[in-house]
T-cell receptor
């Protein structure tokens, strides 16, 4: 049973465009929501993370929007670049659980 | 600072065999987690160790086991391999003393296991 649902499965965006990936969760005990980026042949790498007491967090071209009441959060990649082509995973965890629950992943392709 | 290292990077085994994978965490990190990544199931949590103690275990059969040594290095073992065990096995390390969510996990490159 997937605790974090992620969509879309894949998306294609033109260089300079905006990529948007959405995630939803059910467990209200989750209190940490990271996004990971994974390139082929590599392990996932932390991109950006948010806690539920904040509605938005921005780091460079990457922004997380968080809606606690809807139990949803999303990643926006602004001014998408070909180097952003990768698989993105949302995740959630709760204190004392010592694990990450991952979404299914979204493969982003940025066309030059 | 060196990242998380995993050995071997690639393994080919046959059904019924057993396999041991190794993970060396980032220096100073005491928590090590293991995840299985497959195209069908995505990233699934296997177990987490801190100071040689298993603090959490995912929903995998008992054929999957792990341990952590006093230097924080960790191994996972899969016995009686099945075709469905073919996957990328990822190790992640974090500082880990409090267990508070938000302790960043740093992933290694993984071990690609193929079961024939």
């Amino acid at each position: 049973q997937q605790q974090v649902k992620q969509s879309p499965q894949s998306l294609i965006v033109q260089k300079g465009g905006i990529s948007i990936i959405n995630c939803a969760y059910e467990n209200t005990a989750f209190d940490y929501f990271p996004w990971y980026q994974q390139f082929p042949g590599k392990g996932p790498a932390l991109l950006i993370a948010i806690r539920p007491d904040v509605s938005e967090k921005k780091e460079g071209r990457f922004t997380i929007s968080f809606n606690k009441s809807a139990k949803q959060f999303s990643l926006h990649i602004m001014d998408s670049q070909p180097g952003d082509s990768a698989t993105y995973f949302c995740a959630a965890s709760m204190s004392g659980d010592y694990k990450l629950s991952f979404g299914a992943g979204t493969t982003v392709t940025v066309r030059a | 600072k060196a990242g998380v290292t995993q050995t071997p990077r690639y393994l080919i085994k046959t059904r019924g065999q057993q396999v041991t994978l190794s993970c060396s965490p980032i220096s100073g990190h005491r928590s090590v987690s293991w995840y299985q990544q497959t195209p069908g199931q995505g990233l699934q949590f296997l177990f987490e160790y801190f100071s040689e103690t298993q603090r959490n275990k995912g929903n995998f059969p008992g054929r999957f086991s792990g341990r952590q040594f006093s230097n924080s290095r960790s191994e996972m073992n899969v016995s009686t391999l099945e075709l469905g065990d073919s996957a990328l096995y990822l190790c992640a390390s974090s500082l880990g003393p409090s267990g508070r969510a938000g302790d960043t996990q740093y992933f290694g490159p993984g071990t690609r296991l193929t079961v024939l």
